[in-house]
C-alpha cells in the first residue's frame, strides 16, 4: 500500500494592529508611493507586546485543527517554521504542543527563513510516506518585527507578522490518472529542496546566541535576494514540473512566497499564468517569511477560489540561501 501525505485543514492567524505605509512613513523616512511601487505591499501586521510567535501559531493551529475537524490528540508530531522563536530554546513547537494539551508524539522547529513552509512540508510528507507519524500539525509562524532595525528603512517597511497552519495526514494513494502517466490523486505530489550557503551573507540576522550572545537585526543586500530569488525560483519551478511529468498549464494556482509582487510576477509570467490564477497577500500582509505561503493558502482557501482537485504549486526562496517548492492536490 502507496501512503500520501493529504493536507486535510488549513487556518491562519494575523495580529489585531494593522499598520498602513502611510502610519509607517510617520517614523520611518519613506512614503507609500517607494513601498507600493517596490515591493506591492501596501499594509502589514504587527504583534502586541507580550503577544509571542507562540501565541500567533496557537491560534492559527486551533483553527486548521477546527477546519479539519480533528481533536489535537489525533497529531503526532508538530513542526513549526520559525525564524523568530519565543527562546533560543526550547522549541517554539513544544510549546503550541502543550498549549494545545497534546501529551503525545513529538515536536521541533524548522529554521530555513522563508523557505520554511517548503522545507516542513518536505519533512512532514517524508515522515508520513515512512510511517514515522500519521498525522501532522504543519505551522509557519513569525514575529520579524522583532528582528527588524527600525531605522533601516531599506529593510523595516518589508515584513510582517503572522501565522498558518495546516493539517497532513496520511492516506492510501488514490490511483487515478491524467492520462500523461502521473498520478492525479489528492495529496502531496512531491517536495523539492535546495540551499547554497555561499550566498549566507546576503540575508542574515547579525547576531545569534553563538556569535554575539544577543539576537540581532535583519540585514539584506535586496538587489542581490532579488537577483538570486527570480534564478532559483524558476529553477525549482521546472523541477517540480518535470519531476511529476506535468506541464505549466495544468498548475490551478500558484501559492507563492509572498516577498515581492515583483518577485511573484516574474514567477508567474514563467509559468504563463494569468494574475488571477495568482494567489497575492504580500499587499495586505508583507512578507512574514515562513508563514506567508500557508497565510496566503488559508486565504484562497476559505474565500473559495482554491477547490478540491486543483492543482497547487507552492515555492519560496529565504536566507540560507535556501529554496523549494511543492506541488499539491487540494
Ligand atoms: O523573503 C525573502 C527575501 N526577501 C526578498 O526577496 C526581497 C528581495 N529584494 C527586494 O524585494 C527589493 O530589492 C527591495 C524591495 C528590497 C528594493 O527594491 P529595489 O528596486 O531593488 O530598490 P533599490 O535597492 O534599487 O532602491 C534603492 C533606493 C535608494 O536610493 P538611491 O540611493 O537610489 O537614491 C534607497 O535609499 O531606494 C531608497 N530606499 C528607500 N526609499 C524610500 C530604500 N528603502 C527605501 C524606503 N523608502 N523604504
Known sequence: MKIRSEIIGCGSYLPERCVSNDELSKTVDTNDEWIRSRSGIEQRYIAAEGEFTSDLALAASR?????????????????????????????????????????NGAAFDIQ???????????????????????????????????????????????????????VIRGAEQETGSNGKGHNSGRGILSTHIHSDGSNYDI?????????????????????????????NLASIVDEALIANNLDRSDIDWLVPHQANKRIIDSTAKKLGMSQDKVVLTVDKHANTSAASIPLALDTAVKDGRIKRGDLLLLEAMGGGLTWGAGLVRW
Open 112 to 166: 530555513a527563513v522563508c523557505s520554511g513552509f517548503v522545507y516542513g512540508l518536505a519533512t512532514a510528507d517524508n515522515f508520513i510516506r515512512c510511517g514515522q507519524a500519521k498525522t501532522v500539525l504543519l505551522i509557519g509562524a513569525e514575529t520579524f518585527s522583532r528582528i527588524l532595525d527600525w531605522t533601516d528603512r531599506s529593510t523595516c517597511v518589508l515584513f510582517g507578522d503572522g501565522a498558518g497552519a495546516v
Open 203 to 231: 540575508l542574515y540576522v547579525d547576531g545569534g546566541p553563538s556569535s554575539t550572545q544577543t539576537v540581532g537585526h535583519l540585514r539584506m543586500n535586496g538587489r542581490e535576494v532579488f537577483r538570486h530569488a527570480v534564478t
Open 63 to 103: 483553527r486548521a485543527l477546527e477546519h479539519a475537524g480533528i481533536d489535537a490528540s489525533e497529531i503526532d508530531l508538530v513542526i513549526c517554521a520559525t525564524t523568530t522563536p519565543d527562546n533560543t530554546f526550547p522549541s517554539t513547537a513544544t510549546k503550541v504542543q502543550h498549549k494545545l494539551g497534546m501529551t
